[in-house]
Each structure stands twice: as structure tokens, then as C-alpha cells.
């Protein structure tokens, strides 16, 4: 089992730039694909990015490529998504999930762990 703790999340103009951190408990955390979600007020959650254990494939909804990049330190048990070039459409509750297996899935269903989630605000 692994235990998920979001940071990083703030009030940030458009333009600008955040890096939000997916801190996990345990020590098979080299084990687990992490993925990134939102959730803006009124909608569903949707996927952003995902990362395999190993960090060596990631996937990406179209609405973010080129802007957010996720990487991961294993040896610090942290995912990171860099969100730059941000937009107002960006504002949403952000979580990261995880899941014991090798692929990369964009449905929330797949992904068996959560964090309890970080605000990103983009103001226009």
C-alpha cells in the first residue's frame, strides 16, 4: 500500500509557471505508474499525465503537451509535474494516483491509490 501527499499548488497568473509534487509513503514506490488528475468545479475529473515505474514512458492529454512535463525521482519516492505557459482553464484541484502495474492509464477507475488533492488557481 502507498500513501500519496500532494504540494505545490497556489495562486499563479496566466503565463506563469508551478511544479506540483506527489510525495508517497513506502518503500515499493519504484513499483507503482503515477498518474496526474483534475478537477475543475462543476466538472469531472480528467486525466493530465501519467509516468511509468521505471519514469521511462509518460503520456499526456492533448490539452497540456508542450506545457506540463512529468518526471519522477524514485530514489526521493516524488513525482513532479512542471505546469508552465499555465491558463485560466488550468484552475482546478489537482491529484496524483497510483496504480502496481506498468502502463499508463488515462481513466481515474485504473488507478487504486490517492492523494487528496492541491489547488491550482490561474488568474486571467
Known amino acids: 500500500q502507498v500513501q500519496l501527499v500532494e504540494s505545490g499548488g497556489g495562486l499563479v497568473q496566466a503565463g506563469g509557471s508551478l511544479r506540483l509534487s506527489c510525495a508517497a509513503s513506502?518503500?515499493?514506490?519504484?513499483?507503482?505508474?503515477v498518474g496526474w488528475f483534475r478537477q475543475a468545479p462543476g466538472k469531472e475529473r480528467d486525466f493530465v499525465a501519467g509516468?511509468?515505474?521505471?519514469?521511462?514512458?509518460?503520456l499526456y492529454a492533448d490539452s497540456v503537451k508542450g506545457r506540463f512535463t512529468i518526471s519522477r525521482d524514485n530514489s526521493k519516492n516524488t513525482v513532479y509535474l512542471q505546469m508552465s505557459s499555465l491558463k485560466s482553464d488550468d484552475t482546478a484541484v489537482y491529484y496524483c494516483?497510483?496504480?502496481?502495474?506498468?502502463?499508463?492509464?488515462?481513466?481515474?477507475?485504473?488507478?487504486?491509490?490517492w492523494g487528496q488533492g492541491t489547488q491550482v488557481t490561474v488568474s486571467s
Open positions: 494516483a497510483a496504480r502496481v502495474a506498468n502502463a499508463v492509464l488515462t481513466t481515474d477507475s485504473g488507478y487504486n491509490y
Open positions: 513506502g518503500r515499493t514506490f519504484s513499483s507503482y505508474t
Open positions: 509516468i511509468s515505474w521505471s519514469g521511462g514512458r509518460t
